[in-house]
């Protein structure tokens, strides 16, 4: 598709009222301490600014190797540094070969671009941010892979009458404020029978309201809950779904050394006390909301999971 075309598309997607944000009803989550953080320009500065930064500090960003999801340690390679291409690897091999997918929140695309290479998939990703879904597209186009991006809400988002095989919601859903209402929109995307993958970081249920490491969290990655597994799976069955397969990932994952994290967060404390408002503040609230992570995946008061669910017919 013609950058222009992209463009004018984009334009019209994001004119539509963000889902995600509009949902205030009550939120589903042990750890959900009644601040809403949250608001429709929080998320999209949140993710028109993060993409932007990747693409300064690391250049031209290769979906295959660029993520903006955890990167894990590799079962078959422990050894091996942690890498963001674990996670598509192993969320790839929950989809049916020549499934159509839908990525919800699909980031720089690159769970949806394996497929299409690897699995045969074709479909739709859909994110907020417009580097984002014009970097996917044109790796779509430079590599002839029969998947296409929209940068918009997937909760609103026109997609016609089509559903989807399978529906992919990798670390995207936390940000919804009613968990329940955002699982029941994106599965009701789904043929009877298809798929739907969820992965996240799920709250253990020590985890309490006021904990400081989890509001940093939860104000610093705009999450106005954080659900536990069980809360997550009161969910699916709300939406009709039913659990065929979880996992938990947490093993995968090694949060930094406590001094190295230490150090980082007094360097973003100080940058964050003299930042205003904008873009390059949102950067470092994400970066001190993902340090105050860690520090609960060290405390063992966070599971990073994947939950595989069918629609029931
Ligand atoms: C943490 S990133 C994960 C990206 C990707 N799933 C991955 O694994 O790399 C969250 C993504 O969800 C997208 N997102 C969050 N809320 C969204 C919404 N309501 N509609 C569309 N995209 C959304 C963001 O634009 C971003 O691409």
Redesign the pocket.
């Known amino acids: 598709m013609p950058g222009a075309e992209v463009a004018a598309r984009a334009a019209a997607i994001r004119a539509v009222p963000?889902?995600?944000a509009a949902q205030r009803s009550v939120p589903v989550g042990s750890y959900n301490p009644g601040v809403e953080p949250l608001t429709p320009s929080d998320?999209r500065v949140f993710?028109d600014a993060l993409p932007a930064e990747m693409v300064a500090r690391f250049g031209p960003i290769d979906p295959d190797r660029h993520?903006?999801?955890r990167a894990l340690i590799d079962p078959d390679a422990p050894e091996a540094p942690a890498s963001?291409a674990v996670?598509n690897r192993l969320a790839a091999v929950q989809v049916p070969e020549g499934a159509r997918v839908l990525?919800?929140?699909?980031?720089?695309g690159?769970?949806l671009l394996r497929l299409a290479r690897l699995r045969a998939a074709t479909g739709v990703g859909?994110?907020?941010?417009v580097l984002?879904a014009e970097t996917a597209n044109a790796h779509a186009a430079a590599h002839a892979l029969p998947v296409r991006f929209l940068a918009?809400?997937?909760?609103t988002a026109e997609l016609g009458e089509a559903r989807f095989d399978a529906v992919t919601c990798?670390?995207?859903l936390i940000?919804?404020a009613d968990k329940p209402a955002a699982l029941a929109r994106v599965a009701a995307r789904l043929r009877p029978g298809g798929r739907l993958l969820l992965v996240d970081d799920m709250a253990d249920p020590a985890l309490q309201p006021g904990n400081p490491d989890g509001e940093r969290f939860r104000s610093g990655w705009l999450c106005p809950s954080v659900p536990t597994a069980a809360q997550w799976r009161d969910a699916m069955v709300g939406a009709g779904l039913r659990l065929v397969h979880e996992q938990d990932l947490t093993p995968l994952y090694r949060p930094r050394p406590g001094e190295l994290r230490t150090r980082l967060t007094l360097e973003a404390d100080a940058a964050l006390a003299r930042l205003p408002p904008g873009p390059a503040r949102a950067v470092v609230q994400g970066e001190r909301g993902g340090l105050a992570l860690e520090a609960l995946y060290a405390a063992g008061l966070m599971h990073y999971r994947m939950m595989l669910a069918t629609l029931q017919s």
């Open positions: 963000m889902g995600c998320l993710y993520a903006m999801h963001p996670l990525d919800a929140g699909c980031g720089w690159g769970l859909i994110t907020l941010s984002q918009g809400d997937y909760l990798i670390e995207t940000h919804c």
